[in-house]
């Protein structure tokens, strides 16, 4: 047991797949793993593990938010040892080439605010994905007919009332959506030596407004899990 993790030492897979939504893990784990048992549900934030194609892969909730990830990345690497930890979610597109349903897998993530500024102070520090887990999973969503946009997405504290300067500097560098955990589980992973990644899909689009309906997403969602699976074993 970790502080907010209840699954006993060896429960957990070195491969974890981290959706923000514990439902969505308990999705995932029901359609895509062999053999799955709940082995957390601490403050209703479920994890599963099980089997991939003969692999062990532990899905987990990350909950909404920097400061709730962290909290799970942090223990899942140093207190359970994983060491591959890939995000799969939903975000808001910042680009006009960038569609509803478009997948993105995130190069970088830029952001303002941490859980880790505390170490970084003035410096401005560059999360980055693992290049093995991002280059396969470009290759696994080509593979499926999928062209992916790569590139950097922009990690927010705030769902609600963002700051609309920002957002619009976040477009004119070329950042491509905006989501609101990859830059802390990158920091967090490069702390501890892991691997992480985030595939996302885009949910509603800060330019147009448009947004997925909700009976499109659990298909979007099942592409970014087959792409994050295939990225961490292939
Ligand atoms: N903002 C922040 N996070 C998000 C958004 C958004 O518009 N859409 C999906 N995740």
Same mark, same amino acid.
């Given at each position: 047991?970790?502080?907010?993790?209840?699954? #006993?030492?060896?429960?957990?897979?070195?491969?974890?797949?981290?959706?923000?939504?514990? $439902?969505?893990?308990?999705?995932?784990?029901?359609?895509?793993?062999?053999?799955?048992?709940?082995?957390?549900?601490?403050? =209703?934030?479920?994890?599963?593990? /099980?089997?991939?194609?003969?692999?062990?892969?532990?899905?987990? =909730?990350?909950? *909404? /938010?920097?400061?709730?990830?962290?909290? @799970?990345?942090?223990?899942?690497?140093?207190? @359970? =040892?994983?060491?591959?930890?890939?995000?799969?979610?939903?975000?808001?597109?910042?680009?006009?080439?960038?569609?509803?349903?478009?997948?993105?897998? #995130?190069?970088?993530?830029?952001?303002?605010?941490?859980?880790?500024?505390?170490?970084?102070?003035?410096?401005? %520090?560059?999360?980055?994905?693992?290049?093995?887990?991002?280059?396969?999973?470009?290759?696994?969503?080509?593979?499926? /007919?999928?062209?992916?946009?790569?590139?950097?997405? @922009?990690?927010?504290?705030? %769902? $609600?009332?963002?700051?609309?300067?920002?957002?619009?500097? *976040?477009?004119?560098?070329?950042?491509?959506?905006?989501? *609101?955990?990859?830059?802390?589980? $990158?920091?967090? #992973?490069?702390?501890?030596?892991?691997?992480?990644?985030?595939?996302?899909?885009?949910?509603?689009?800060?330019?147009?407004?448009?947004?997925?309906?909700? #009976?499109?997403?659990?298909?979007? %969602?099942?592409? *970014?899990?087959?792409?994050?699976?295939?990225?961490? %074993?292939?």
């Amino acid at each position: 047991m970790s502080i907010h993790i209840g699954a #006993a030492a060896g429960e957990i897979a070195e491969t974890v797949l981290m959706p923000g939504d514990p $439902y969505r893990a308990k999705w995932v784990a029901e359609t895509f793993l062999s053999d799955a048992t709940c082995i957390n549900e601490v403050r =209703g934030m479920l994890g599963f593990t /099980g089997t991939w194609q003969g692999h062990r892969v532990t899905v987990h =909730g990350s909950g *909404m /938010g920097m400061p709730s990830l962290s909290i @799970y990345a942090n223990e899942l690497i140093r207190d @359970y =040892g994983a060491k591959t930890l890939i995000r799969i979610g939903s975000c808001g597109a910042m680009q006009e080439s960038v569609k509803i349903r478009d997948v993105i897998i #995130a190069m970088t993530a830029s952001t303002l605010s941490t859980p880790s500024q505390g170490f970084f102070k003035e410096l401005n %520090f560059a999360p980055c994905a693992d290049w093995h887990l991002l280059s396969h999973a470009v290759a696994a969503a080509e593979q499926r /007919g999928i062209t992916p946009h790569v590139g950097g997405i @922009y990690s927010s504290d705030v %769902f $609600y009332d963002e700051r609309p300067d920002l957002n619009e500097q *976040m477009t004119r560098h070329g950042i491509l959506a905006v989501e *609101m955990e990859a830059a802390e589980l $990158y920091t967090v #992973a490069a702390r501890h030596g892991a691997r992480a990644l985030a595939v996302l899909t885009v949910s509603d689009h800060l330019l147009t407004h448009e947004a997925l309906p909700a #009976a499109d997403r659990e298909r979007s %969602f099942g592409d *970014m899990v087959d792409i994050a699976l295939h990225a961490a %074993f292939d």
